[in-house]
């Protein structure tokens, strides 16, 4: 998961107030409650790949080994991931795209997903593959996926099923690769106390704010009002501001096509027989050492990395801890390339 902002309720408000006197501005129109998408606002950096526009950049020469950074999730966006974007400094090509129905992307009903069955996570390879392809100049241009949390998960997934395809993995906190330890780990990472301020601001705003399937705008910003500071997993501990826009119809349709067919992101992964680079953080407390062992175990070759003083996402938006231990980690491990 990714930093949320806190305090929605005093934006809520205001955005409130401003539709009652203002005759032809409402909460569920494009840009009212939350940013525009990218099939809405034509000015945001966008490809269209798999049937989807895709909020989407690139930074770097364009025919040196290519960093495809993976935000986490589902229904994240790659905002906390620009840090990344120091590997372009360094001579590498780094890519970062919102997956479909997530950030800024293009938005979809929740059973174009959940009609696909099983096949749900496959559409996110199938995307993931056409953001490569889409990138990608030439057949010996180098590879490498970077994936945060969720996106170390579809990362691991998509180099298990294409390792040939994959020349380098860098993975960033997955919760789990195989289902049963996916589901254990949500369950402690995310355990809500009913009387919290997260889940008390959401049942107040249900009396303001309520929703339908696939009210998207509604729907996202709920989504961020429970996805804010976790204590457990230390997530929004420097700065409360790095996500743009959650992905709700998305996130809750992968996780419940995951639940019910037990997704193994793991499957094919011994196939990979490349270096694979892990980092995990101190101060998430649903990780600790024995956690990202038994994660790591999957993978053939791997090296761990626990960063100090941390918690889930400062792996890579602190900024002492990005430049000063994950960067010149993952510029030593680009060097095989």
Known sequence: MIVKQTGLI??????????????????????????????????IPSIRVNGSLLHSEAFGPENAPLVVAIHGGPGGDYRYLLNCKDLAGQGYRVAFYDQRGSGLSQRFPRRSFISLGEAAVDLMYDELGAVIAHYKK????????????????????YAGRNPELVDGLIVCE???????????????????????????NVTYLDQFITSKEDQHAILDYKMAMLSSRNEITGEADFDPSFSWRDGAVISEALYEAGDKYKTDFSKGI????????????????????????????????????????VGHDGIITNKSAWQQITLPAILNYLKKF
């Open 270 to 309: 011994n196939r990979f027989n490349k270096p694979v680079l892990f980092f995990y953080s101190e101060r998430n407390k649903a990780y600790p050492d024995s956690w990202a062992a038994r994660i790591t175990t999957a993978y053939n070759t791997v090296e761990k990395i626990k960063i100090a003083g």
């Open 10 to 43: 005093v934006a809520l408000l205001a955005v409130l107030v401003y539709g009652c006197s203002t005759k032809d501005k409402y909460i569920d129109e494009p840009g009212n409650l939350v940013p525009k998408t990218a099939d809405e606002d034509p000015g």
């Open 138 to 157: 030439s057949p010996r241009q180098k590879v490498i996926l970077l994936g945060h949390s969720w996106g170390g998960m579809l990362a691991s997934g």
């Open 174 to 200: 997955p919760g789990g690769l195989k289902w049963a330890d996916v589901a254990d780990y949500v369950k402690r990472s995310r355990s809500f106390n009913i009387w919290g301020e997260a889940l008390n």
